[in-house]
């Protein structure tokens, strides 16, 4: 008995139904990717004025068009800071590295008799701060403390000794949308870093399609 002739590789129709699905997947699998809604709104800051370490404004107004991730630290730190700010920087670099301008950093100072804008700016070569993409914030005493309390709900912050080195603060940082809406508090550690610089573009993104 002869043996069948073997088809040749470009008429099998295994073959073709193969290829076809393989481009087929390559196509749709952007269309299949979940993407999670953004985080909802927990909070709204209230009305406030600081100023950053070149003498700029930072106020309600100027978080509009941009998502922020929010640190609390003070220069004197012997604690948590320098680990925070180093997370900062790292996170500072993801978003840069990414192309992403349209989230933005901020660390508030809870020490702002120290920690004026001169000496906030001398601090900037060392932190890494890339300004303006990452702002070192300070101000008057009384609205520091007034935000950090009632805005942003520092843990412990309400009774704050702010003339020791142990000043209350958080190694979270705060998650922000344009509006001033609080989205959500996240660890510095390397799964929380990882969530809220996934989370950030979510909230950038529904904050553009809102503004088509």
């Known amino acids: 008995m002869e043996a069948e002739p073997r088809v040749p590789i470009h008429r099998n129709p295994y073959v073709w139904a193969f290829v076809v699905g393989c481009i087929t997947l390559t196509v749709m699998r952007p269309l299949l990717r979940h993407v999670p809604a953004p985080p909802p709104v ?19 107004e100027d978080l509009a068009g941009q998502v922020w991730i929010v640190s609390f630290f003070f220069t004197r730190c012997p604690s948590i800071c320098p680990a925070l700010m180093a997370r900062m920087a790292e996170l500072q670099r993801r978003l840069r590295d990414a192309g992403i301008d349209g989230v933005r950093l901020a660390s508030i100072t809870v020490d702002p008799a120290n920690d004026t804008p001169e000496h906030l700016r001398a601090t900037e070569t060392g932190y890494g701060v890339d300004y303006p993409r990452w702002r070192l914030v300070t101000g008057a005493p009384e609205r520091v403390r007034e935000l950090c309390t009632n805005g942003f709900r520092v843990p412990g912050f309400a009774g704050a000794d702010v003339a020791s080195n142990d000043i209350p603060h958080t190694s979270k940082v705060v998650l922000v ?9 996240y660890d510095t550690d390397d799964s929380g870093l990882d969530e809220v610089f996934w989370r950030s573009q979510h909230v950038l993104d529904e904050m553009r399609s809102r503004a088509r």
Not at 45 to 53: N, Q, S
Not at 177 to 185: L, P, S, V
């Open 42 to 60: 927990i909070g709204q800051l209230p009305a406030f004025a600081l100023t950053d370490a070149h003498g700029a404004g930072f106020a309600n």
């Open 177 to 185: 949308d344009g509006g001033g809406g609080i989205r959500g508090y």
